[in-house]
């Protein structure tokens, strides 16, 4: 059974450019969360997909925006790339819920540098 | 808002003994779920442990227990028997209020001295 699956690995940009990051979820799971974790820091909320459409977002600016697919895969996307947007972006994925405990299944991430 | 403070930057236990790491944490919701997190070095964080805050009782999962006093919202994470490879960082985690999006601490480092 594969896990939560995330390409790429690595990337490099420059600022000011556009990035776009893939997830797939783990089998069976139907929601996707990304979270970005800047160096030494604990991951922070970006948003939430499920059933095509975000369902919840944490303090970004508009500049990110995501896409989920109806086979559950996930894309995030990140215009006008800032310095400050290098960090490491967790897909994390789980089963739609309303309690708000599900357990979420992380990626390996992909470890973004901007230049 | 949800809040979590993990006051310990890194903490280091010979093998075989006993580490408690702490974590307090600052809710509105009435209903929420508290988990640890851990991050090896190869990235991928797993659950470590969840604890529903309506449930007095303490969660365990083998040689991992927690200890969750909701009145003072602190949630310490008992590692028993340490092993080399518990030794990552980790990281208290808060969601409620019925959204999964989690509020993460800045974590905390264990080193597991042999």
């Known amino acids: 059974d594969a896990g939560v699956t995330q390409s790429p690995t690595h990337l490099i940009k420059t600022r000011g450019q556009q990035v776009t990051l893939r997830c797939s979820p783990k089998?069976?799971?139907?929601?996707v969360s990304w979270y970005q974790q800047a160096l030494g820091q604990g991951p922070q909320f970006i948003f939430q997909?499920?059933?095509?459409?975000?369902?919840q977002r944490g303090n970004f600016p508009d500049r990110f925006s995501g896409h989920q697919f109806p086979n559950y895969s996930s894309e995030l996307n990140v215009n006008a790339l800032l310095l400050g947007d290098s960090a490491l972006y967790l897909c994390?994925?789980?089963?739609?819920?309303?309690?708000?405990?599900?357990?979420?299944?992380f990626g390996p991430g992909t470890r973004l540098t901007v230049l | 808002a949800q809040t979590v403070t993990q006051s310990q930057p890194e903490m280091s236990v010979q093998e075989a003994e006993t580490v408690t790491l702490s974590c307090t944490y600052d809710?509105?919701?009435?209903?929420?779920?508290l988990f640890w997190y851990k991050q090896p070095p190869s990235r991928q964080m797993i659950l470590v442990i969840r604890?529903?805050?309506?449930?007095?009782q303490n969660a365990t999962e083998n040689r991992f227990s927690v200890n969750f006093q909701k009145a003072a919202k602190s949630f310490s994470l008992k590692i028993s028997d340490s092993q080399l490879g518990d030794a990552a960082m980790y990281f208290c985690?808060?969601?409620?209020?019925?959204?999964?999006?989690?509020?993460f601490g800045k974590g905390t480092h264990l080193i597991i001295q042999p």
């Open positions: 985690a808060i969601s409620g209020g019925g959204a999964d999006g989690l509020t």
């Open positions: 994390a994925s789980s089963s739609w819920g309303t309690s708000g405990g599900e357990e979420q299944f």
């Open positions: 809710t509105s919701e009435s209903d929420y779920y």
């Open positions: 997909y499920y059933e095509e459409e975000e369902r």
């Open positions: 089998s069976g799971h139907d929601t």
């Open positions: 604890q529903e805050a309506y449930k007095q």
